[in-house]
Nanobody
């Protein structure tokens, strides 16, 4: 059974930090590109960051570049999103996603991802 479980969300003041984790079953995690998306109230789901299976190549949206860092621990089947210098506009539900069809590329569009977690709420107060 495919399972992606996010954790680490919460309430933080602007300028603070949070680290999100996404634990996956081994079959899903291995040979998958992994990504984080988010959906803010009243907005479309948007790509935040992704990391490929091979060489751990990464990509970030312009809105988080320089503040967020994605990483993966292949021994623990877990992907992380370290979020620093958080802003109120980062408030959203954050989703972890896995792309098993194209593990060596990072797609920016949600339909390319096969599996999704349930989401974790991040709220940044001003």
């Amino acid at each position: 059974q495919v399972e992606l479980v996010e954790s680490g969300g919460g309430l933080v003041q602007a300028g603070g930090s949070l680290r999100l984790s996404c634990a996956a079953d081994e079959r899903t995690f291995r040979n998958s590109a992994m990504a984080w998306f988010r959906r803010a109230p009243g907005k479309e789901r948007e790509f935040v960051s992704g990391i490929a299976w091979s060489y751990s190549a990464t990509h970030y949206s312009d809105s988080v570049k320089g503040r967020f860092t994605i990483s993966r621990d292949n021994a623990k089947n877990t992907v992380y999103l370290q979020m620093n210098r958080l802003k109120p506009e980062d408030t959203a539900v954050y989703y972890c996603a896995a792309d098993r069809r194209s593990p060596h590329t990072i797609s920016l569009v949600a339909p390319k991802y096969d599996y999704w977690g349930q989401g974790t709420q991040v709220t940044v107060s001003s």
